[in-house]
């Protein structure tokens, strides 16, 4: 038989399943007598769960909406932000979670205040998602991860590279990082002696964890932004330094990069980007005075299409 304190959880869980049962059904769903039940349910509403008595020959409970979420201690702006966080992770990047998020906005908005469900309708109501597509990553295989993460364990993986070959990896997991729709491990690869990034939803964990290890901080010590240079190094290749003649808050928000005063009247850009004749439009685009610091075939684009425009005008 489950102790008291285990059996409550029990019982709130249950109630939360349905808006009606039975005292003889949540008995026998605990395996206690009716009356203990009764007294489990005085327990509750001591606590705060706002839960009714319903009419019937059999008798029964449901669970209310309260005026306030005793014994989470959620204030009116929390409690929307949790009920509104699982609808997106129905369509989201992680995959085998969908029921399980809808299952707990269902039990969440039960027990709601009337205020805060009509503020939650309404986010639901007219909140649009775009429909975007993407790799996707299973939530078991982000549990284990997390798990060996937290364990400090070495984990044994089969990785899939770019070119669809899988190769046997030995890492040791530091943190999960969550980028757009693309979740990625940051662990220190033993067989290569350095920090490295793996894609989680190309990650397919090995049974059992390896040995534990001492943890390790990545270059820098912000996880965060290991990733962001590592995979913005991957994916833009070529870096830009350009000095502006225009004032900083004059270009702020005109052009994707990063924007740093010098003085007064300059400033100076640093644009990461694939494609050189691409950041010579995005500069030429702005219409201030320049010089270009780096790299030198930024100025040859520069130069080639501004003669281009000269001789169609």
């Known amino acids: 038989m489950l102790d008291t304190s285990a059996r409550l959880l029990r019982l709130l869980s249950l109630l939360q399943l349905k808006p009606d049962w039975a005292s003889a059904d949540l008995a026998d769903r605990l ?3 009716v009356r203990t039940v009764r007294r489990d349910v005085g327990r509750l509403r001591s606590l705060g769960y706002p839960v009714h008595s319903t009419p019937g020959v059999s008798g029964g409970y449901r669970l209310g909406a309260g005026a306030r979420l005793p014994p989470l201690l959620l204030d009116d702006d929390e409690a929307v932000a949790v009920a ?7 369509g989201g990047s992680v995959t085998g979670i969908e029921e399980s998020s809808l299952r707990a906005l269902a039990k969440l908005e039960q027990v709601l205040p009337a205020r805060l469900r009509h503020r939650v309708g309404a986010l639901q109501a007219h909140t649009v998602p775009i429909a975007t597509s993407g790799p996707t990553v299973d939530a078991d295989v982000l549990s284990r991860l997390a798990a060996a993460c937290r364990d400090r364990e070495q984990l044994r993986f089969g990785y899939t590279g770019h070119d669809g070959r899988v190769s046997e990896r030995r890492a040791e997991p530091h943190s999960l990082v969550s980028w ?16 490295r ?8 964990p090995r049974t059992p964890n390896g040995p534990r290890f001492a943890p390790r901080e990545p270059p820098g010590g912000d996880v965060a932004a290991f990733v962001e240079r590592r995979l913005g190094h991957q994916m833009w290749p070529i870096e830009a330094r350009v000095l502006l003649r225009a004032p ?9 990069g990063v924007v740093e005063p010098v003085d007064d009247e300059s400033c100076l850009l640093t644009l990461r980007g694939d494609d050189l004749h691409l950041m010579a439009v995005m500069v030429a685009f702005l219409d201030v005075d320049f010089e270009v610091l780096e790299p030198d075939g930024l100025r040859d684009h520069l130069r080639s299409l501004g003669e281009r425009l000269s001789t169609r005008i």
């Not at 509104?84 to 129905?90: D, E, K, N």
């Not at 757009?180 to 920090?195: I, P, Q």
């Not at 990034?197 to 397919?204: I, L, N, S």
């Not at 900083?248 to 994707?256: P, V």
């Open 197 to 204: 990034t793996y894609r989680a939803d190309r990650v397919e």
């Open 31 to 33: 395996g206690v007598a």
């Open 248 to 256: 900083a808050e004059r270009l702020a928000g005109r052009i994707s």
């Open 180 to 195: 757009g729709r693309r979740w990625y491990l940051v662990g220190w690869d033993t067989e290569r002696d350095d920090w």
């Open 84 to 90: 509104v966080g699982p609808t997106p992770a129905a």
